[in-house]
């Protein structure tokens, strides 16, 4: 069985999921790493129960809120100059380390997703739609909806 993590670095790598991903993220709160896991199980067919969801939601929060939300806001900060900064390659190899730290932190949250949902009991179905139920519920456009649904 393909770990979350690893399916998500091979979902996340197809045609247009990065770019639509980083849009519905920025535009409409989509939290990508639950996005990427309710991906994970419908590719699996598997719904997760909505009390679940939201029980997850409330799990993961600090993680998003403390750790990936500050290191995302200092990735994007640093990719252009600062007030009368000169952006040089120090300014460049502090923004790689702070992507790096970011992706661990996405990493690990991945995992504990996976852990989470190891816990709970998941109803097997043949047409799951976790994502689309978590995408519709946050007003993500049809386009974005159907783009990430049939990649």
């Known amino acids: 069985m393909q770990s979350l993590w690893d399916f998500a670095l091979e979902y996340y ?3 247009k999921v990065a770019d639509t991903c980083v849009v519905v993220q920025d535009t409409y709160g989509v939290n990508v ?3 990427l896991a309710l991906c994970w199980l419908d590719e699996r067919n598997l719904a997760l129960d ?5 029980a997850l939601q409330v799990h993961i929060g600090a993680w998003m809120n403390d750790v990936i939300k500050p290191l995302r806001y200092l990735r994007r900060v640093t990719k252009t100059p600062i007030a ?7 300014q460049t190899q502090i ?15 991945l ?13 097997a179905t043949e047409s799951p739609a976790n994502a689309k139920a ?3 519920e946050l007003g993500v456009a049809a386009t974005a909806l159907d783009l990430l649904q049939h990649v």
């Open 13 to 15: 790598a197809r045609p």
């Open 33 to 35: 790493c639950l996005l």
């Open 50 to 54: 909505e009390q679940y969801l939201e």
């Open 84 to 90: 009368s900064l000169i952006q040089d390659d120090l």
């Open 95 to 109: 923004r790689t380390h702070i992507k790096q730290a970011e992706l661990l932190a996405e990493k690990k949250l």
């Open 111 to 123: 995992q504990e997703i996976e852990r989470w949902l190891s816990r709970f009991p998941l109803v």
């Open 134 to 136: 978590y995408l519709t």
